[in-house]
């Protein structure tokens, strides 16, 4: 079954941007959307954006201007750049997948990674 | 934004009880409703999806119900692995938000 996987350097320092790669194996990238997902410690879960194997993005107003979200078809990757980071960041950060742009249920979900952003 | 509301925050049963746990949206989201499971360390795994629909390997057990504002998970007999923090996440509009999560503990 397919299996998300994140990567990515788990220690960021403010003002810099933190960068993240969801890496899928046991299907393909193709006719799915791609989220990142993530979960401050100890708190709630916040959407952050998602990407269709074409290349079409929608992401959260709240971090819009911050983020990226990009896909690599040929190694069955998609990634996150979120720029400006300060601590408010720091968090486990998750890729899903999902069927639809809305109507979104999300499965599966890699393990996630942990973030901190930290001078 | 549609915020989600669930209720109670947190909740304390026993293995063998049933409990409903409550989810508000802030308008109409049809049934575009989703519960998600999550135990410590792990990430979410969703039960159940468009209000009630059971997602495969999902036990019988958990039942999901409602549509427009107001919607419910109910486990029927609860387990000792159902003790874990439950999510509503919609999936009417963008962007797609979550409860703030029911914690379920052991009595």
């Known amino acids: 079954q397919v299996q998300l996987q994140e990567s990515g350097p788990g220690l960021v320092k403010p003002s810099e941007t933190l960068s993240l790669t969801c890496t899928v194996s046991g299907g393909s990238i193709s006719s799915y959307y791609w989220s990142w997902i993530r979960q401050p410690p100890g708190k709630g879960l916040e959407w952050i954006g998602f990407i269709f194997y074409t290349g079409s993005t929608s992401y959260n107003p709240s971090l819009k201007s911050r983020v990226t979200i990009s896909v690599d078809t040929y190694n069955n990757q998609f990634s996150l750049k979120l720029s400006s980071v300060t601590a408010a960041d720091t968090a486990v950060y998750y890729c899903?997948?999902?069927?639809?742009?809305?109507?979104?249920?999300?499965?599966?979900w890699g393990q996630g990674t942990l973030v901190t952003v930290s001078s | 934004d549609i915020q989600m509301t669930q209720s109670p925050s947190s909740l304390s049963a026993s293995v063998g009880d049933r409990v409903t746990i409550t989810c508000r949206a802030s308008?109409?989201?049809?049934?575009?409703l989703n519960w998600y499971q999550q135990k410590p360390g792990k990430a979410p795994n969703l039960l159940i999806y468009?209000?009630?629909s059971l997602q495969s390997g999902v036990p019988s057990r958990f039942t999901g119900g409602g549509s427009g504002t107001d919607f419910t998970l109910t486990i029927s007999s609860l387990q000792p692995e159902d003790f874990a923090t439950y999510y509503c996440q919609q999936s009417y509009s963008i962007p797609h938000t979550f409860g703030q999560g029911t914690r379920l503990d052991i009595k």
């Open positions: 308008q109409s989201i049809s049934s575009s």
């Open positions: 899903a997948r999902h069927p639809s742009a809305t109507g979104a249920k999300f499965d599966p």
């Open positions: 468009s209000a009630s």
